[in-house]
């Protein structure tokens, strides 16, 4: 069984298939360089696989899953302290 | 190929079942539906709600709407109503609603028959006419293009969208290619990934509706509130989802690849075959209730956390997007497609195996769900006030 997945070659983060541990390096056919996780990833949660800084998209399956509310390095976990939905809100009061 | 089977009803449909109905159409006749579901046991099908009076005229007409397109899904081979007589709700439209459909369809009420006793009374000998005609009915051969599933996810996590969802997906490509229908609906976890949904709509006309449904839920969605968790529930966190756009994406992998013919209300029949998109609510129980509504026979229901809820009247296929939930709810889970991310099964296989479940399920083997008795029902609150996700 694959330790990660990357759905589509846009995405600039993995999700994890079992807990990888600190100093974990990830290799993969889609990745150009390793990365190395920072810190522990839970199974089924998100690494980013690049730098990403507070503002970026995150991508996934090829398409941008929200907004980066906090720097990333990558290898670190990417969730609800550093990402956030950019939908249901433009439209408030139409 | 196995043959199957079912119920040819008088619209056309099949049903996969031929269970017996009581239904109140209003919160009041809950007590009366008890007393017959003790009498009765297993031969009827029993659901008990706070629905059927409000001042409220858009709840009115879509409690009306559904407890009628409801009762009269093929799997109900006789329904009986039992009203109180002064509800908000009009018990003669649903009645007449269901007449078209079925001939098996009767209705008491509280206030004609003179109270609680006198109205259990008065059932009784309905109840066990239509007992007997049911009994006599046989099952027919049909095909796949008789059948329209239901798909469903719920209590998900970052695995559904990875395994099951897809896995459901190619199931429903299936069932398409082979002439039958699917419904795909949670247009709240449409959100992130409508773009395309729309580009998949056979014509403009269908998209405009789409986009309409889609306006609508982001618009409640937004009066909701500002706390931007909202839209996804604290399990999903936990099990390593965090935005909308992320669940939506991996939600939509369970309606498949195929066009979508056709964009109906909420619990509205399909007029077309082939992959239907249904405006529905993200939440479980409505959401199942919704689609036996607009005719599903069966449906499946994607879960990475693991739910019994069921329908009362649809046989519901609880599908595990992990192993590990598969062994931990061996008694709620019919297929597991874990062994997609263990390496085991590739989502092809998982799917054709989940395809021949599917035609055991038609003929009549019983899902998880109809062994433990999981028959919630809900409607989605649709109101002048009232705004439910």
Not at chain 2, 96 to 116: C, F, H, M, P, W
Not at chain 2, 130 to 137: Q, V
Not at chain 2, 194 to 216: G, H, P, S
Not at chain 2, 345 to 355: H, I
């Amino acid at each position: 069984m694959n330790p990660f997945i990357i759905l589509d070659k846009k995405d600039n983060v993995a999700t994890a298939l079992m807990e990888l541990p600190v100093g974990f390096v990830m290799e993969s056919s889609q990745l150009p360089v390793k990365v190395v996780c920072t810190q522990a990833i839970p199974k089924g949660h998100k690494v980013a696989l690049v730098s990403l800084q507070a503002g970026d998209k995150a991508i996934k399956y090829g398409t941008p899953i929200g907004r980066m509310t906090r720097d990333a390095e990558a290898g670190s976990l990417v969730h609800v302290h550093n990402l956030t939905s950019c939908r249901g809100k433009e439209k408030a009061g139409g | 190929m196995q043959k199957i089977t079912g119920y040819k009803r008088k619209d056309g449909r099949f049903g996969i079942r031929n269970h017996l109905l009581v239904l109140p159409v209003v919160v009041c006749a809950n007590t009366v539906v008890d007393a017959l579901a003790r009498l009765y046991g297993d031969k009827i099908i029993t659901v008990t709600h706070p629905y059927g009076c409000t001042f409220d005229n858009i709840s009115n007409k879509e409690f009306e709407d559904t407890m009628a397109g409801f009762a009269s899904n093929p799997n109900v081979g006789a329904v009986l109503l039992v009203g109180l007589g002064c509800e908000t709700v009009d018990i003669k439209r649903i009645f007449a609603t269901i007449k078209e459909r079925n001939d098996l369809v009767a209705y008491v009420s509280i206030q004609d028959e003179g109270g609680t006793r006198k109205t259990i009374e008065a059932a009784k000998p309905i109840i066990d006419s239509f007992l007997d005609k049911l009994g006599s009915r046989q099952r027919e051969p049909m095909q796949v293009s008789d059948l329209l599933i239901g798909t469903e996810c719920g209590a998900s996590d970052s695995y559904s969208g990875l395994s099951a969802n897809p896995v459901l997906g190619l199931l429903v490509d299936r069932t398409v290619d082979e002439g039958g229908s699917a419904f795909l609906t949670e247009v709240t976890e449409f959100i992130g990934a409508e773009q395309n949904l729309l580009d998949r709509c056979v014509n403009q006309t269908e998209r405009d509706k789409l986009q309409a449904y889609l306006n609508e839920t982001e618009r409640n969605l937004a009066r909701v509130g500002s706390n931007e968790l909202r839209d996804i529930a604290p399990g999903n966190i936990a099990g390593g989802l965090t935005t909308l756009e992320e669940k939506s994406l991996g939600c939509i992998k369970k309606g498949g690849s195929r066009p979508i013919v056709e964009v109906v209300g909420h619990g509205e029949i399909p007029r077309k075959k082939g992959l239907v998109v249904m405006d529905g609510p993200g939440q479980d129980v409505e959401s199942l209730v919704a689609l036996a509504t607009g005719g599903a026979q069966l449906s499946f229901f994607t879960t990475g956390r693991g739910t019994p809820a069921g329908n009362p009247i649809m046989p519901v296929v609880k599908v595990s997007s992990n192993t590990t939930i598969a062994q931990r709810y061996p008694d709620d889970i019919d297929i597991n497609t874990g062994t997609v991310i263990d390496g085991t099964e590739t989502l092809r296989q998982a799917a054709d195996r989940m395809y021949d479940f599917m035609l055991e399920i038609v003929n009549g083997e019983e899902t998880k769900c109809e062994k433990n008795h999981c028959r919630e029902f809900a409607i989605r609150r649709r109101g002048k006030d009232v705004c439910i996700l």
